[in-house]
């Protein structure tokens, strides 16, 4: 079984930045998941669960953006390391949330979704906190 472990989360000032990362471990075959998607979630208090970003682990790592991620979040991979990063600037206080690492097969061959339904493998998350 596949484990991903967050970190990188805190306290941050509006108009500050993060890097969240994401490590992958416990990848018995690792051409299993040379095709599978990494989404960064998020998922504030009495929200529903919101995708954020995407990347396609194979290749060149096509990336995916949630319309409402676009221009401040920005998802990378270091795949020798088994790492997914976050990076997210400009913050506000509705960044503030829980954010999630996940992992899964897209349904369809190298195009990822922002429905987290297509994750199967979850971290247990890093909490950021955006003070105003």
């Known amino acids: 079984q596949m484990r991903l472990a967050e970190s990188g989360g805190g306290l941050v000032q509006a108009g500050g930045s993060l890097r969240l990362s994401c490590v992958l471990s416990n990848v018995v075959s690792k051409s299993s998941y040379d095709t599978y998607c990494m989404g960064w979630f998020r998922q504030a208090p009495g929200e529903e669960r919101e995708g954020i970003a995407a990347?396609?682990?194979?290749?060149?790592?096509?990336?995916f953006y949630a319309d409402s991620a676009k221009g401040r979040f920005t998802i990378s991979q270091d795949l020798p390391e088994n790492t997914v990063y976050l990076q997210v600037n400009s913050m506000k206080p509705e960044d503030t949330a829980m954010y999630y690492c996940?992992?899964?097969?897209?349904?369809?061959?190298?195009?990822?979704?922002?429905?987290?339904?297509?994750?199967?493998?979850w971290g247990q998350g890093t909490q950021v906190n955006v003070s105003s």
């Open positions: 990347i396609y682990r194979f290749a060149t790592g096509r990336t």
């Open positions: 996940a992992a899964g097969r897209p349904p369809v061959y190298g195009t990822c979704t922002m429905d987290y339904r297509d994750f199967t493998s």
